[in-house]
């Protein structure tokens, strides 16, 4: 499934615009993710732009990416560089391959689906995710052409099936869970995925 969608990097001229995203609801109460999405979304709307930005001036090739369809923003992610001291300790990575955060990635309310179920003609339960992570990851390729691999990496609350099962069907791994300090937290799983 593909969607007539156009994507765009964010600026600060989307401020107010990035105020309007939706990608979840109280129906994330009964599942027990309702502050998990709930951060994701404040990220959206509130901080994007800014730690993109920031990301940048620190030299870490941050990016904010938005698709559009009629009704505003259809799906959004942003990545950005991680620095060697930020994971040398943790993780294994090849000197000359550069490691991508996958910071944030979501997907519109209206692109979601109730307990499995299709949404009917816009396409099937998880395709507006699996495109969103597809573009993702060749914008992330695309940033180092001349490195032999990109790592790409993510946290992932133990909480939030919906993005860990869209990861796993996308060939991300689940490296480990619960992360040293100074991140700490028992409730991440670190997912990785290798790109050539
Ligand atoms: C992660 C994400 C992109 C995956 O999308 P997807 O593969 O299409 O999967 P869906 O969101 O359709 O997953 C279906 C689940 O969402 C639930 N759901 C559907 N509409 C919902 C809504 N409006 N609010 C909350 N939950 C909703 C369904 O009940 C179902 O739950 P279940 O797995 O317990 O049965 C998407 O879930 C999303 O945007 N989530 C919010 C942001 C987020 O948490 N991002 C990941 C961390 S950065």
């Not at 105020?19 to 993710?33: D, I, L, M």
């Amino acid at each position: 499934m593909t969607f007539d969608l156009k994507w765009r990097e964010a600026t600060k001229k989307d401020t107010v615009y990035m105020r309007s995203f939706k990608c979840t609801s109280a129906a994330a109460t009964a599942r027990g993710t309702v502050g998990v999405e709930h951060q994701v979304q404040a990220f959206f709307r509130h901080f994007a732009i800014a730690e993109t930005n920031r990301a940048k001036d620190q030299g870490l090739d941050g990016r904010l990416m938005i698709a559009e369809d009629e009704q505003g923003i259809a799906a959004a992610y942003a990545h950005r560089l991680l620095a060697p001291e930020e994971y040398s300790a943790e993780l294994d990575v090849p000197a000359d391959s550069p490691l991508r955060d996958l910071c944030f990635l979501a997907v519109a309310e209206r692109y979601r689906a109730r307990s499995g179920a299709l949404f009917g003609s816009a396409g099937t339960a998880g395709a507006m995710a699996d495109e969103a992570i597809n573009e993702a990851l060749w914008d992330i390729r695309e940033r180092a052409p001349g490195a032999p691999r990109v790592y790409v990496t993510g946290l992932v609350d133990y909480r939030n099936t919906a993005s860990m099962r869209m990861l796993a069907r996308n060939h991300f791994v689940e490296i480990s869970r619960g992360c040293p300090p100074p991140t700490g937290d028992n409730r991440l799983g670190r997912w990785m995925r290798v790109l050539r």
